[in-house]
């Protein structure tokens, strides 16, 4: 099993900038891979961004030079730093665990934090 908790979203202006945060537990030697996906109201879970336990990662287009993911293995941390926001961005944003163990993978999300892009 593994815990996921999502921190940092809030409220801010057009152009500015948010570090988001995901507190992994539990199992965690087992992740695989760990990735961002954020949702609004009426539309499917998007898939953001993605790093896998080597480091790499991958973007969709809509927030490519913008948003940046990283990892801090050491502190069992995922982050999104998201600069440049845009009133699209606006949604709850969720982290998201690739786990395997014995050669079956297994999916963890967390709660979600809201991002809200607004003047």
């Known amino acids: 099993q593994v815990q996921l908790v999502e921190s940092g979203g809030g409220l801010v202006q057009p152009g500015g900038s948010l570090r988001l945060s995901c507190a992994a537990s539990?199992?965690?030697?087992?992740?695989?891979?760990m990735r961002w996906y954020r949702q609004t109201p009426g539309k499917e879970r998007e898939l953001i961004t993605s790093?896998?336990?080597?480091?790499?990662?991958t973007y969709a287009d809509s927030v490519k030079g913008r948003f940046t993911i990283s990892r801090d293995s050491a502190k069992n941390m995922v982050y999104l730093q998201m600069n440049s926001l845009k009133p699209e961005d606006t949604a709850v944003y969720y982290c998201?665990?690739?786990?395997?163990?014995?050669?079956?993978?297994?999916?963890?999300w967390g709660q979600g934090t809201q991002v809200t892009v607004s003047s």
């Open positions: 998201y665990a690739v786990t395997i163990k014995r050669g079956t993978r297994y999916f963890y």
């Open positions: 539990g199992s965690i030697f087992s992740i695989e891979g």
């Open positions: 790093i896998s336990n080597l480091g790499s990662t």
